[in-house]
């Protein structure tokens, strides 16, 4: 298996490298620029359902899908079969292409509520999550767990079973144990067992940065891949991995054109928020984008006193002309 067109449910998508959920990243304006680069289908940051149940006006804004946004999966966290599918009807009339359930986060504050990856040691719970959400909708669902809590656990094949059973069209499956949080090595062998016993597409994520690393998981028999922190930064990632796997010789991006993307990025931000606010909320991320690029530890440090757009352009735009020089 490698880079082709996929189906998720009745959705064809043009390829099988995905943007996975980020919260505080993957908002519209990342989104686009994530399409643009090619990703075959983006994810939203993850909403509430019960936010969503008591009416909150941000998670409704954050449900909002832009007309230039699709293929788009929209996520929802949550504990409740009924309010989430709730959840899923708000977020299929907001625009979203497929609906995707969050059963991965290892955020503490999201397990104490019962949700997030809380739902991997409730399989049956999960499992009528699945059911009631499908029932509420007409368009594609999909869920998102971990390999296992620790080190050692595998729960993915259990997982996997109840979800494509419960009518799941497609799973990612996060390599990494929830223990592990975003960090340390991904268990190949785990994802290839899960992926074997579903007929569903398995789609891998986990530590993916380069071509090679799309191609093991690939070879693991993930029908696909999803790239969470490289595309942060890199947008362009998807179009340059496909590229490399169909046998093509990709340029790597460098760090001016990095800093050149943050600039459109916190445009298109600036256009959603305001010329301040859109500057103030990229601090979320700038940590992500600026990592490994030289200077990139001070640059981040001025990032966090620029006040409005033009500020930060002046900055970014005085590394990118002294990038040149050396
Ligand atoms: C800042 C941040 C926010 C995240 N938010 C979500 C989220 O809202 N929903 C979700 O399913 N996963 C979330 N994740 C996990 C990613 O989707 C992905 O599974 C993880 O980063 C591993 O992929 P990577 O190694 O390619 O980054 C988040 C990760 C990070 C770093």
């Given at each position: ?9 009745g ?23 994530c ?7 983006v994810a ?10 008591y009416?909150?006006k ?11 946004e ?43 509520s ?98 090679a ?13 999803s ?46 928020y ?12 700038i940590?992500?984008?600026l ?36």
């Open positions: 298996m490698t880079v082709r067109k996929i189906k998720i449910g959705l064809e998508l043009k390829n099988n490298v995905f943007l996975s959920p980020m919260a505080g990243i993957t908002n519209s304006a990342f989104r686009s620029l399409l643009e680069g090619g990703a075959g289908l939203g940051e993850m909403v509430s359902a019960e936010s969503l149940k009416l909150s941000k998670s409704f804004k954050m449900l909002k899908v832009s007309p230039g699709h293929p788009i999966a929209v996520q929802i966290f949550g504990a409740d079969p009924e309010t989430m599918a709730a959840a899923a009807a708000h977020a299929q009339a907001a625009g979203a292409d497929i609906i995707d359930i969050n059963a991965s986060c290892p955020v503490k504050k999201i397990l104490r019962g949700c997030g990856a809380m739902l991997m040691k409730k399989p049956l719970l999960l499992g009528n999550i699945i059911i009631a959400v499908k029932k509420s909708v007409k368009i594609p669902v999909t869920v998102k767990f971990r390999v296992g809590f620790t080190e050692k656990e595998n729960l993915s094949d259990l997982l996997a079973k109840t979800a494509e059973e419960s009518g799941a069209d497609a799973i990612t499956v996060h390599g990494r144990p929830v223990s592990r949080m975003h960090n340390g090595e991904v268990n190949l062998d785990f994802l290839n067992k899960a992926a074997s016993i579903v007929k569903v597409p398995l789609i891998g994520n986990g530590g993916v940065t380069s071509a690393q799309a191609r093991e998981m690939f070879e693991a028999g993930c029908a696909g891949v790239i969470g922190r490289a595309a942060v930064s890199n947008p362009r990632i998807f179009s340059e991995i496909i590229s490399e796997l169909d046998g093509n010789i990709s340029e790597h991006t460098g760090d001016c054109d990095k800093v050149k993307t943050l600039i459109r990025f916190l445009v298109l931000n600036s256009e959603l305001g010329e301040v606010y859109g500057v103030i909320r990229a601090r979320k991320l940590g992500y984008w990592k490994g690029l030289r200077g990139g530890a001070e640059l981040r440090k001025r990032f966090m006193e620029m006040k409005n757009l033009n500020e930060a352009k002046a900055l970014l735009l005085q590394y990118i002309e002294k990038d040149k020089r050396l």
